[in-house]
């Protein structure tokens, strides 16, 4: 399937239902999809060939997500721009990724008025939600044009996403998703989070939707089901959104699940509609885990993905997360789920050797859901899909139950006296402290050491915890090879837009004088 025909599958179920919600504003399936008709009859009148790069430069805004749509039914490529991002770290993106069509809400007009000289190859200016000095209005724009569904023909393999991910340069690559590796991301998403036959999702998209967020509204709508469109992950707003219409499933990053489980009078909100809390992009400590399912009950979703696999090579759904009615072990809490029914998952040594069940090495797939490569960039695509298969990065293992299980980035291992520590074994210890709201563990020079272990601590307001009980807590779980030599207390971690910590960014403070590649 295309990746526009998941929502017109919705459009057909549930026409005159709501398939957005923002604010006060209600957007039927008839409204957005004849909004994104209209678009894209205009991209085609423009003559416009498929895979055409059009971003939207938006806060969360349903408005924009219809231009998406839109793009999508042309048969072009979505250039996800994230507001969050530095305005340098957008420029290379649409630059580097030669976007020609760029949709924008007004209150970004003087960035995009500083910018605009910049990027010559960009030849349609839009403001989504009224007029701008160089650009007219989306109605405007539109004209017109009918609202008849256009006959376009997709082919699998045409490319419909193409987001940055970030390289050892610091300089993003655009990974290239196609229908192809989408269909299966939705695929995978609906056999784990599964509806019956009279039940609608009802999907709160807090996280931007320029990450998961965005594509965990497509199998929501469909379905027949409703996305409730918020500007941003603040508590207050969630759990508003959840309350009032009875949202029955969102995605949030580690990060900020931590806080929410902090926040006075957390046990009195009610969740009880919410069936799954999905978590992912990021490790996920197991003691605070545990801390919100005794909350909230088996709600918790977890996920693991790569932009290159989008979002679903593994799931842990909520009812993996308890055995007979309890708890399941630490073992199983701390995996990322089984892999997914429509790839492959093994673990190959640096001689790209498939290794024994069991055996830790790099996490590599094959199969639909593996991206069609970067984009302009052959030598990297030719350095993560070797002979079909996708190199993650990731170093794990599978257990004798078929659960996937990640030890660590490999560029993040710390090699420490010869001995390798993996800083998420480390960080899973440290998370587990009740004064610890997040941490890092990172490798630092050391003369003896060649590398020593440091965390990087960010404490839960007004509470205290020293350096040496930190050290004490980990030697006594770990031994004192993988422990901490180190502890520095932060206020608050570098985190990405999408609330990665970047430990690229704490190395970088300490190897400066350095060789190593951070």
Known sequence: ????????????????GAAYIQGERSYSFDEVGELSCRIANRLLALGLPKETKGAIWSSNDVTAWACTLGLWRANMTWLPVNARNSVEDNHYILDSFDCEVMFYQSE???????????????????????????????????????????EVHYDMDD????????????????????????????????????????????NLAAAPMTHTAGLLAVPCTAQGGTVVVVTKPEPALIFEAVAKHRVTEFFLPPTVIYKLLEIPGIEKIDMSSVRFLMYGAAPMSVDKLKKAIDLWGPIMAGGYGQTEAPASIANLPPDHHMVNGEL????????????NPLIRVEMMNDANEILPRGETGEICLCGDLVMKGYYKQPDKTAETIIDG????????HID??????????????????????YPSEVEQVIWSHPAVQDCAVIGVPDDKWGEA??????????????ADEIIAMCKAKLGSVMAPKTVDFIAALPRSSVGKVLKKDLREQYWQDSARKV
């Open 453 to 466: 272990v440091k965390a990087v601590v960010e404490l839960n307001h007004g509470q205290e915890v020293t």
């Open 108 to 150: 970004f007009a003087e960035v995009i008025a500083g910018l605009r000289p910049r990027l010559p190859k960009i030849l349609h200016w839009i403001c989504i939600d009224g007029e701008a000095a160089d650009a007219p209005s989306l109605e405007q724009w539109i004209g017109d044009v009918p609202s008849t569904r256009p």
């Open 1 to 16: 399937m295309a990746i526009i025909d998941f929502y017109d599958r919705g459009w057909g179920i549930n026409p005159s």
């Open 389 to 396: 298969w996708l190199h993650t990065g990731d170093v794990g």
């Open 400 to 421: 004798a139950e078929g659960y996937l299980h990640i030890t660590d980035r490999k560029k993040d291992m710390i090699i420490s006296g010869g001995f390798n520590v």
């Open 328 to 339: 399941a072990s630490d073992e199983r809490l701390s995996s990322v789920g089984r892999p």
């Open 159 to 202: 490319v419909v996403m193409l987001s940055s991910t970030g390289g050892t340069t610091g300089k993003p690559k655009g990974v290239m998703n196609t229908h192809r590796s989408c269909q299966t991301f939705i695929a995978h998403y609906m056999l784990a989070c599964r509806y019956g036959a009279q039940e609608k999702p009802v």
